[in-house]
């Protein structure tokens, strides 16, 4: 099955720096990869996510980034501002555009983003 | 108001007690999930249904069963046979059809459960 790693763990930043989440999975049939933010005592919500004939996609302040080659996936979020500190998680998984799928989470990075 | 509801917030479990945890969503989506978040382990499946009356074990599925006799309802029972239940249950939902590609999951708000 598939296995995500994610990297680091916690990441501490200066307001106005940026950040950088690092994924690696294991599984070369993944094609879809979303990510997750949880904000302390909520729930967690979709920011972003990109597909395998992508390489990158941005929105506003957030982008992610895909090598597939190295079966590895990023997110980078630039100007940080304090509404940013919450945890965030990569996920990814087979999907072929119907039926059924099976996200595996990695275990998350906590964001504090420092005033 | 749509959206995915779980209850209770907070739920205690005596050693021995089977309980069961609620999750409800009027947002007409065939699939729901069940997720357990620990501490530093991020969101690991337990169970899942594609479709009413139709489910499968996820990643960690022992010591847990579930039943989806509806649409909108996919609740989670923690049997006496699960020795670590305490975690933060996360359930989900997401639309499915033959051909859209609705990737995104909805979650509830959590369900934290706690051993006396």
């Known amino acids: ?115 | 108001d749509g959206g995915i509801t779980q209850s209770p917030k907070y739920l205690f479990r005596k050693e021995g007690q089977n309980v069961t945890l609620s999750c409800e969503q009027n947002l007409n989506h065939d699939a729901m999930y069940w997720y357990r978040q620990d501490p530093g382990q991020g969101l690991r499946l337990i169970y899942y249904s594609q479709i009413v009356n139709d489910f499968q074990k996820g990643d960690i599925a022992e010591g847990y069963s579930v039943s989806r006799e509806k649409k909108e309802s996919f609740p989670l029972t923690v049997t006496s046979a699960q020795k670590n239940p305490t975690a933060f249950y996360l359930c989900a939902s997401r639309e499915r059809t033959a051909t859209a590609t609705n990737e995104k999951l909805f979650f509830g708000s959590g369900t934290q459960l706690s051993v006396l």
């Open chain 1, 1 to 115: 099955g598939e296995n995500v790693e994610q990297h680091p763990s916690t990441l501490s930043v200066q307001e106005g720096d940026s950040a950088v989440i690092k994924c690696t999975y294991s599984d070369s049939a993944s094609n879809y990869f979303p990510w997750y933010k949880q904000e302390l005592g909520k729930r967690p919500q979709l920011i972003i996510d990109i597909r395998s004939n992508v390489g990158e996609k941005k929105d506003q302040r957030i982008a992610v980034t895909l090598n597939k080659t190295a079966k590895h996936f990023s997110l980078h979020i630039t100007e940080t501002q304090p509404e940013d500190s919450a945890v965030y998680f990569c996920a990814a998984t087979a999907y072929s555009g119907a039926g059924s799928y099976q996200l595996t989470f990695g275990k998350g990075t906590k964001l504090s983003v420092i005033p």
